[in-house]
């Protein structure tokens, strides 16, 4: 069985939405300005189409980047 983040990348290999996990002190102002408490050791996630403004809400927080992988396949996978 493949690993949550090898998942990840098939279920959005080509989709126009990419997948986007940071440590949330890498994004404070982004989740302060999107009204998401922010944990600084935590995983955030979200797809997004760079270059454009399309992109979902953040979620999270993780423990993990496995675990915010697998909550963006079970979230988001075939909705296009």
């Not at 069985?1 to 939405?17: G, L, P, T, V, Y």
């Not at 995983?43 to 675990?67: K, M, N, Q």
């Amino acid at each position: 069985m493949e690993n949550a983040i090898e998942q990840m990348k098939e279920a959005f290999r080509d989709s126009f939405m990419q997948p986007q996990c940071y440590m949330g002190a890498d994004i404070e102002m982004d989740l302060i300005h999107s009204d998401i408490d922010v944990e600084s050791d935590k995983i955030y996630c979200r797809l997004s189409a760079d270059g454009f403004l399309d992109c979902t809400d953040w979620h999270g927080p993780f423990d993990t980047v496995e675990e915010s992988a697998l909550f963006l396949v079970e979230t988001y996978a075939g909705w296009e």
